[in-house]
């Protein structure tokens, strides 16, 4: 259910409001618009009197919320929602019409501390505001490189000291968010643990943005309620990316589904961010499927770079060459132009 203000309710009216929400053993997320406040309240299914908060004072009217997904649907928040990011001198923005696209860049792992700084280096220069590499790596098989941990994060840490990009990079377990949060500026959560509920709510607790990956095989609503686990620990920054979905074309690694990018839009406020290097697999289909994603409305856009691919040790195939990268961001100011976005 959410609580619709009146225009002008008092700091007063609306603590009246959480304090009786509470008092119903719910929890409050409060919504502050332009011109009204409005309040969130979720926690069980119980059935809830609707009465009592529509005689309160400051209330203009209750509206039930019949999506499953809450918090993170454009019922409880009309305007788009925009993360602030500070990594050096600029703010970054991400979300809502009038921010610049996130162009998110730099390789699959973090592999030697020359590989990312060298890497960091190229994707600035190239246009790049955020510099992406796993320093832990979610590997179908256990005998490959797992990422160098603690020792990358220092080194995520130093490129963005030389370059002023900010961090994203994934955070697959409980026990490593404190460290992880230490060192990035956005924690991914992999596609692989869309659903790992236990890592939602470590993640929801934390106060970094997120970038949340959708699951190979999940659906969108699925993606939302993962979003919900989330945004109802508390923490009301996160990207929904989509990644490509697992479907029976085997040519490409996954397929991306374009769809997501206008439904998710249309079902949430929260930004999205297409990675076309995991939705295709291939680097020579990186650039078109990124032109796609722009024009449909994404955010940003996640691409693997890697300063030599045929040495990288791991997605060498779906990885752009520093020129290749240099040429896609070209392509892509002249497509957010086209749909009144900047880069
Ligand atoms: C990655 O970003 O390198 C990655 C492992 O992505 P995903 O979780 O989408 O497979
Ligand atoms: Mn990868």
Known sequence: MVIIMQSGASTQEISSIIKQIETAGMRAHLSQGEERTIIGMVGNDRPIDRSVFELMSGVDRVVPILRPYKLASRDFKKDDTVIQINPGKTAIRIGGASSALA????????????????????????????????????????????????????????????????????????????????????????????????????????????????????????????????????????????????TFETYTRNTLDINAVPVLKTLSHLPVIVDPSHATGKWEYVTAVSKAAVAAGADGLIIEVHPNPALAMSDGAQSLTPENYVNLVAKIRRVAEAVDRTV
Request: proline share 3%.
């Open 103 to 246: 162009m998110m860049a730099g390789p699959c792992a973090v592999e030697t501390r020359e590989q990312i700084l060298e890497s960091a280096h190229i994707v600035k220069a190239a246009g790049a505001n955020i510099l992406r590499g796993g320093a832990f790596k979610p590997r179908t098989s256990p005998y490959s490189f797992q990422g160098h941990g603690e020792d990358a994060l220092k080194w995520l840490a130093e490129a963005r000291e030389q370059t002023g990009l900010a961090i994203v990079t994934e955070v697959m377990s409980v026990e490593q968010v404190p460290l992880v949060s230490q060192y990035a500026d956005i924690l991914q959560v992999g596609a692989r643990n869309m659903q790992n509920f236990a890592l939602l709510n470590a993640v929801g607790m934390s106060t970094r943005p997120v970038l949340l990956k959708r699951g190979m095989m999940s659906t969108m609503e699925e993606l939302l309620m993962a979003a919900e686990y989330i945004l109802s620990n508390g923490n009301y920054n996160v990207m929904l990316c989509e990644r490509g979905i697992r």
